[in-house]
T-cell receptor, first 108, second 114 residues
Framework: GQNIDQPTEMTATEGAIVQINCTYQTSGFNGLFWYQQHAGEAPTFLSYNVLDGLEEKGRFSSFLSRSKGYSYLLLKELQMKDSASYLCAVIGTYKYIFGTGTRLKVLA | EAGVTQFPSHSVIEKGQTVTLRCDPISGHDNLYWYRRVMGKEIKFLLHFVKESKQDESGMPNNRFLAERTGGTYSTLKVQPAELEDSGVYFC????????????FGEGSWLTVV
């Protein structure tokens, strides 16, 4: 079967660093996306990994290990506006398969 | 550049009625996807159009759901007759290519069946 697992909720403090993990089991793999979704809004693209390793984009970094079926999204210098759901999505053979998302609460 | 737009943004209908959701993808995007998110659950794939053709409709829950994309531009998703379990957010997304291409989401159409 196809499965993507993420923690349901995480809480962190403004200015801190948080790591959101994602493990996946899919038939076929053609890349992994992270999306951010604020309540009531559309998911917006954050990052894309297709090769093993770390991709850095400002305060956000995403890591992929294909052999372990594992990715993480690292958020540094957390800001209040980072409170949102973070969706891990894997491109299987043809489809984009989404996890349930991780709700991140950033506290002052 | 305009993003993916969806209409209506919110809809409340009674069980047994019909609702039609519309999606206008980003101009030039051949690939159009419909997804649904039921409260508390993951975003689930419904179907994928490449231009006007259905590439994959394996996620469509049953024959009460009908999606069309005449002319390969905008798409409609009709639910007829609607049931209570159809309530959720219906997201449309589009992309230029397929594998490895970022998909861009619309704001979603929130459907409540009462």
């Amino acid at each position: 079967g196809q499965n993507i697992d993420q923690p349901t909720e995480m809480t962190a403090t403004e200015g801190a660093i948080v790591q959101i993990n994602c493990t996946y089991q899919t038939s076929g793999f053609n890349g992994l996306f992270w999306y951010q979704q604020h309540a009531g809004e559309a998911p917006t693209f954050l990052s894309y990994n297709v090769l093993d390793g770390l991709e850095e984009k400002g305060r956000f970094s995403s890591f992929l290990s294909r052999s372990k079926g594992y990715s993480y999204l690292l958020l540094k210098e957390l800001q209040m506006k980072d409170s949102a759901s973070y969706l891990c999505a894997v491109i299987g053979t043809y489809k984009y398969i989404f996890g349930t998302g991780t709700r991140l609460k950033v506290l002052a | 550049e305009a993003g993916v737009t969806q209409f209506p943004s919110h809809s409340v209908i009674e069980k047994g009625q019909t609702v039609t959701l519309r999606c206008d993808p980003i101009s030039g995007h051949d690939n159009l996807y419909w997804y649904r998110r039921v409260m508390g659950k993951e975003i689930k794939f419904l179907l994928h159009f490449v231009k006007e053709s259905k590439q994959d409709e394996s996620g469509m829950p049953n024959n009460r759901f009908l999606a069309e994309r005449t002319g390969g531009t905008y798409s409609t998703l009709k639910v007829q007759p609607a049931e209570l379990e159809d309530s959720g957010v219906y997201f449309c997304a589009s992309s230029q290519g397929t594998l490895g291409n970022t998909i861009y989401f619309g704001e979603g159409s929130w459907l409540t069946v009462v």
